[in-house]
Every structure is written in C-alpha cells, then in structure tokens.
C-alpha cells in the first residue's frame, strides 16, 4: 500500500493521562453550571448522523446544565458559514466541525486553537480512534503526527462498509461475507437479476464528494493511491499506476454487468433507496446510513441487511477511505467559550459519551463503545464490522488544497463510468491535472509515465 497512509493503523495515542482522564475543571456539576460555563454555538451539517449528534448534545445539556446552540446548515452551507466565521475579527461558531475534506484548510489556516492550549490539562481519552492521526497537527512540519498538537475530537469516525443481503446470502447457499472483491464480483453476479435486484449498487454522480469518495476502498483496496508519500510531502501522482487501473476497471465493470444501469448517474440517496426498497443485493456506502436499514417506516428490508469491512484484493487488508468529521475549537472566539468548547470535548470523547451516543443511533469515537455488550445486540450488528475497519481507514489528503483535487476526479470517474471516456485517458487526465494543481501550489510532485 503507498506511504501516503501515515499513521492509517488508528493508533489510539494517549497525551499524558491514560482512559478516564478528563479536562481540568471540563465536568462542572449541574448546580450552577450554566453561571460557570458560557454557551456554545456549533454550525453543522444536515446528514444521516446528524439526528443522534443532537440527542447526544442534549444529554451534554442536561447532565452539566451546559448551553449549546446547532446552527443546522447544507453540507456546503456549514463549511461556508465556518470559513466566514474563522476569518472575521471575532468569530461566531465557537466549535468547527470539519469535514475529511476540508480539516486541512482549518489547520494549516492556522483557524483551530489546539486543545491543550485552551486547557494544558485535557487529556485524550486512550482508546478514541486517532483516525489516521488526522486529529494531530505538526503546525511547522504540515503533517499529521502525534508529535505535533491536539487540534480536535473525532464527532463521527465515518468510513464505509460493505451492506449486504444476508437473507440472499443464505436462500443462495453463499458462505460468509465478501471479504475479497473477487467474492464481492462473483456474489453480486449470482444475485444480478434486473431490474427486479442488481446485484450491486453504486454511486457514479459527479458532486462535491462523490464518486470520488465511493471509489476510494476500491482505488486503496487494490494497491493503488492518489499520491506516492503525503506523510513525506511527497506529491508524485500516482493515481494512473496500473492498480488504478485495475481498480477503475473492476468499478465499471462491476456497473455494467452486475449493477444497475445508471450507475453514473446515481448518488448516495439513490444507492441507499435502492437497498431499502429490497432492489439491491450490496452497496459499499458510507455506515452512517446503518440506522435507515431496519427502520420499519423506511426500509423494506429490516433484519436482512448486514455489514462487512470493504473488500480487498487476496492478501491486503480492507482501505476505507475517511469520511469523518471532526470538532476543533476556532481560534477567534472569546476564552471562555473556547474553554466551554473544550470542555463539551473533553465529555463527548468519553466511553460513557460514546457508549450513549450508539444507543442514541450515532457511530462511537472511543473504541471502548464497540467492547460494550451492545455491540452483541442484532441492531448493532454493524458495530462489530466497523471496530474491524477503523483500524486499516486510509487519509486521503492531507493538504488544504483538496477540494481542487476532488473537483478534477469528481468529473474524470463520472466521466468513465458513463462511458464517456475510457478508463485509461480518465487516469491519465486525472492524473495529469492533479500533477498541474499540486505544482501550482508549491508541492513536490510529478507523474508517472502516461498508461497507454
């Protein structure tokens, strides 16, 4: 696998203190709370976890007697209102929650305060997924390490499974999970039966993050990655290397002859209705979306569904790509709302926060959650699933610059998947065009030689 996964095996790095240390003075008691902590206002994203996220602060509310405040916005709305706020002489959201897509531009913006600048007796609970280190910043190297600050808390360690149709699995005498895209091919082709059941749905609709982000588990899972070394500011394009290739190819194959027929043009919200209306037998997406699969109000197919680490090829470990969200204190916000931000992190990242946050239908940052006796129940059967790929969950970038990057394979992907282009001239050009932005910007990069 490329070395651009700096610190992609989830280590779990204490600062200091081991599990069950808290913040200095971060759990006020309820008696008098709200006259010792000043309210908050976090501007977030509408999204599948955003419902728990709120129950989860209102427990904060309630057991501390805190005050926080959701500014609720569109997915590009809330990194809109977050980037006017980081950059005005006093800020109005007291605590960033950021994107995978965006963390970057908050950090190396210099738009977070680190944690333990705000209160020097924080300290990160030992078992809270570190995500690829992407919490750490190293503000004079620009990398991601323990070495450098603790800028943020994860809000949800998002990354996506495979979903699949057990009930299928067993009617057709289908051993175990597909664990190999070789097994996820030769299933999905058993179960092909358009257009009453395709045997995979796939995203393939250009957007902000899209197909982009669906092809990453297939692109990482085969070997393949977008640059050579980020973790050694090493920018060399890599993408158009022959495990691209390969992974391209296995994606619109697996469209055209065991999926459905408009791939290209479906996006998340068609995936998923596909899976809930009982007309898809897999979908890689992103487990967020867990909760939808066994709510009777929604979802054809309660207790059918269940999940897997994404595929790979024989003998690499599963390479979900991050999705995740994070939660960084801004900057240009008076103290005492920076401290009560803090001290909102220092609860949130708790076992019992986390064990509650799951019951609450949200996805646990500390994997303590997923060891809890809930993790055993049938409604929590993704759990398990997921504690098994967190682990091996890859950064892709860590630069500020993504959203160029993003932008260049959001319409080179679609473009092949549609037929539009080959898979050879979409890799080339992506790949070309990336090497263009990187260059511009200042970073050490290149190309390989042009697939033919």
Do not use: C
Not at 114 to 125: K, N, Q, S
């Amino acid at each position: 696998m490329a070395a651009n996964r700096h610190g992609e095996m989830g280590r779990r790095t204490a600062l200091g203190l081991g599990a069950g240390a808290l913040a200095s003075g971060a759990l006020p008691r309820r008696a008098g709370a709200q006259g010792r902590m000043a309210p908050i206002t976090i501007v977030i994203n509408q999204s599948p976890w955003l419902d728990s996220f709120q129950r989860t602060v209102q427990l904060y509310e309630r057991e501390t007697g805190a005050k926080v405040d959701l500014d609720v916005n569109p997915f590009a709305g809330s990194l809109e209102k977050q980037r006017n706020s980081v950059r005005a002489r006093q800020g109005t959201t007291d605590l960033l929650i950021m994107n995978s897509g965006w963390f970057a531009e908050m950090y190396f913006g210099g738009f977070v305060r680190p944690i333990t600048d705000i209160d020097p007796g924080f300290r990160l609970e030992r078992e809270v997924y570190t995500l690829g280190d992407t919490i750490f910043f190293d503000a004079e190297k620009k990398t991601m390490t323990p070495q450098g600050k603790l800028m943020s808390i994860p809000i949800s360690p998002l990354i996506p499974l495979t979903y699949y149709r057990g009930d299928l699995y067993r009617e057709n005498g289908i051993q175990g999970a597909p664990r190999t895209f070789a097994q996820l091919e030769s299933n999905a082709r058993k179960l092909h039966r358009p257009p009453r059941m395709y045997g995979i749905v796939q995203r393939g609709a250009r957007g902000p993050h899209t197909v982009a982000y669906d092809f990453y588990p297939y692109l990482y899972g085969h070997g393949g990655s977008i640059f050579r070394n980020q973790a050694e500011n090493d920018y060399t394009v890599t993408l158009n290397a022959p495990e691209g290739r390969t992974a391209l190819d296995y994606y619109i194959r697996l469209a055209k002859e065991a999926g459905h027929p408009r791939t290209a043009a479906l996006d998340q919200a068609e995936v998923i209705q596909a899976i809930v209306t009982g007309r898809g037998a897999h979908m890689i997406t992103v487990v967020a979306a867990w909760s939808q699969m066994d709510d009777p109000q929604r979802s054809a197919v309660v207790d059918k569904i269940e999940w897997a680490p994404p595929p790979s090829i024989e003998g690499r470990p599963t390479a979900p790509g991050l999705g995740h969200w994070l939660a960084g204190v801004s900057r240009n916000v008076p103290d005492d709302r920076q401290r009560a931000a803090a001290a909102f992190l220092a609860w949130f990242q708790t076992p019992a926060a986390q064990i509650a946050t799951a019951k609450l239908g949200g996805i646990p940052i500390n994997a303590a959650a997923y060891r809890d006796p809930i993790a055993e129940e049938r409604r929590f059967r993704w759990m398990k699933p997921l504690a098994e790929a967190l682990p091996h969950a890859v950064n892709i970038y860590q630069f500020p610059e993504a959203s160029e990057v993003i932008a260049v394979l959001e319409l080179g992907l679609n473009r092949a998947i549609a037929g539009e282009i080959t898979s050879v001239a979409a890799l080339n050009d992506m790949s070309s065009q990336i090497a263009e932005i990187m260059a511009k910007n200042g970073y050490r990069t290149g190309k390989l030689e042009p697939l033919r």
